[in-house]
């Protein structure tokens, strides 16, 4: 079975800094990949979303980038933090056929100061 | 744009009691998973559901697809403080959306001993 790594767990971040978090996954090829972004004790927002290597899909306007240089990794980037920008990161990863349920790690808590 | 709400937002109730989570859309969904999530956590795949009116039991967990695929229900037996955590629903429509899933805004259960 697949496992999902993502680091780090928390990170405490000026505005204006630069941002860059990693998730690999272990124990599948090919996956598709997600990154999500959860407000306390509520749903997931979809941000990105990626079918292959250097195929990134934005689902919602914002001041965050995507990039999946390798197979199994997927980054989640900013040049220029805003407040609004706190919340916990979640990435995930699915098999590439229909019906497959998304498992995911266990995130980053990102807090802006 | 696909919606699913889940209902009640909040639950506290007893050890031993019994209750139901619900998860409506005006949406047809091709599959539908629950996902339990504790704090600080990536949420756990629980369950999928993709045939109308199908039902799953787990343990003490009974999920339900709705006949024509547009609302999903958990009902947990005998609660226990173990069971206490964030419950999400999320659906995916194959034809639309592909793999993405479009997420519930989360049902929170504490069950206090």
């Known amino acids: 079975s697949q496992t999902i790594h993502q680091w780090p767990a928390t990170l405490v971040q000026p505005v204006g800094s630069p941002l860059s978090l990693e998730c690999t996954v272990e124990g599948t090829s090919n996956p598709n990949l997600y990154w999500y972004r959860q407000a306390a004790g509520r749903g997931l927002q979809l941000l990105f979303y990626s079918v292959g290597i250097g195929q990134i899909s934005s689902e919602v306007p914002q001041n965050l980038s995507a990039s999946r240089p390798q197979d199994r990794q997927f980054i989640l980037s900013s040049k220029k933090l805003l407040l609004s920008d706190s919340g916990f990161y979640l990435c995930?990863?699915?098999?590439?056929?229909?019906?497959?349920?998304?498992?995911f790690g266990d995130g980053t808590r990102l807090s802006i100061l | 744009t696909q919606l699913l709400e889940q209902s009640p937002q909040f639950l506290s109730i007893q050890e031993g009691e019994n209750l139901t989570v619900y998860c409506n859309s005006s949406s047809v969904f091709s599959s539908l998973q629950w996902y339990r999530q504790e704090p600080g956590e990536g949420p756990v795949l629980l369950v999928t559901v993709v045939t109308g009116g199908e039902v799953k039991k787990l343990k003490r967990l009974t999920f339900q697809f709705g006949d024509a695929r547009k609302d999903s229900s958990l009902h947990i037996t005998a609660a226990q403080p173990g069971d206490t955590g964030l419950y999400l629903c999320?659906?995916?429509?194959?034809?639309?959306?592909?793999?993405?899933?479009?997420f519930g805004e989360g049902t929170q259960l504490t069950v206090n001993p």
């Open positions: 995930a990863c699915s098999g590439t056929s229909l019906g497959q349920p998304q498992h």
């Open positions: 999320a659906g995916a429509n194959w034809e639309t959306s592909g793999s993405r899933l479009t």
